[in-house]
């Protein structure tokens, strides 16, 4: 699917001003700034250990910066509060936690929670389904998926919450090449920074690139 949904209407900008990530002690990231405009996808690259995904994790308020500034829509993550502000701007793992029982299970407890119950809620399943995901994999406990399989459940569990800009790291590496062109074209109209070691992925999605 890439219908563009009615809610991308309320986001505006996501800034990033002079930031830097420090990582175990050392200064990994210095002086980055960068602004995402309603459906660009800012596709990062650069060489394994370089940061690229500490610079999600960061961007989503998972991990602290030593100097800058983040802004949504003009507002700073205080401003927001830490949970809208994970709600509205979501990192996707590459490699999805292990969960101790379903992703139905791990869909209703993250629809339950108090940041998420006014959010729009999507058609996790009917992603799925379009990414070639069996409807009874949703009852199939975690530790039994493959690879693929969890990565796919994660990114329409994401997705289905209907964020204002999408995390991705290294979203499809498990994917095969079907797969990967449903959930590119899914993801085609989502506002995005995503990581990728695939060259011609980057060429496909970006609208601009971020070398680190």
Known sequence: R????????LFRSLRAEGLAIN?????????????????????????SGVGKSSLLRVLA????????????????????GIPQWRRQVTYVASTPPPLPSTARDWLTAIAA???????PVGD????????????ELWDQPWSRLSGGERQRLA???AVSRRPLVL????PTANLDPVSVERVEATLSQRTCVWVTHDPRQADRVA??????
């Open 207 to 212: 609208s601009r690139h971020l070398e680190l």
């Open 113 to 119: 929670l108090s940041a998420q119950r006014s959010a």
């Open 167 to 170: 995390l991705l790291d290294e």
């Open 2 to 9: 890439s219908t563009l949904f009615p809610y991308t209407t």
């Open 124 to 135: 996790a399943f009917a992603l799925a389904s379009d990414w070639g995901v069996a409807p």
């Open 155 to 157: 990114l329409a569990v």
């Open 23 to 47: 990582v175990g002690g050392r200064r990994l990231l210095s002086d980055l700034s960068l602004t995402l405009a309603p459906t660009d996808h800012l596709v990062v690259v650069g060489p």
């Open 61 to 80: 308020t998972l991990d602290p910066f030593a100097a800058g500034e983040l802004r949504l829509n003009g507002r700073t993550p205080a401003e927001h």
